[in-house]
């Protein structure tokens, strides 16, 4: 059975860091497109970020561009989300997808990760 699992979240402060990472497995994680998406409380699913299958290509939500990081190890399986700066908007359940026929058309996703922003 396909498997997405983000790690990483957690508490941060206004202006922080924290580096999400989703582990794929049971599909071939090289050949798909992969997408960061979140949920903040209350408010539907909203895209972040997107990347190529050979990481080439990177495309990000303009809420965060400039702050967040979107990278890929297909040795690993592995997806990460590098957030920088962070804001208190920013709080919500990241979740990870592998991509169908566009960055919105999430074929596979994991359980998510919740990132809280807060002092």
């Known amino acids: 059975q396909v498997q997405l699992v983000e790690s990483g979240g957690g508490l941060a402060q206004p202006g922080g860091s924290l580096r999400l990472s989703c582990a794929a497995s049971k599909f071939n994680f090289a050949s798909y497109g992969m997408s960061w998406a979140r949920q903040a409380p209350g408010k539907g699913l909203e895209w972040v970020t997107g990347i190529y299958t050979d990481g080439s290509g990177t495309f990000y939500t303009k809420s965060v561009k400039g702050r967040f990081t979107n990278t890929r190890d297909n040795a690993k399986n592995e997806l990460y989300l590098q957030m920088n700066m962070l804001k208190p908007e920013d709080t919500a359940v990241y979740y990870c997808?592998?991509?169908?026929?566009?960055?919105?058309?999430?074929?596979?996703r994991g359980q998510g990760t919740q990132v809280t922003v807060s002092s």
């Open positions: 997808a592998a991509i169908g026929s566009s960055f919105l058309d999430y074929v596979y």
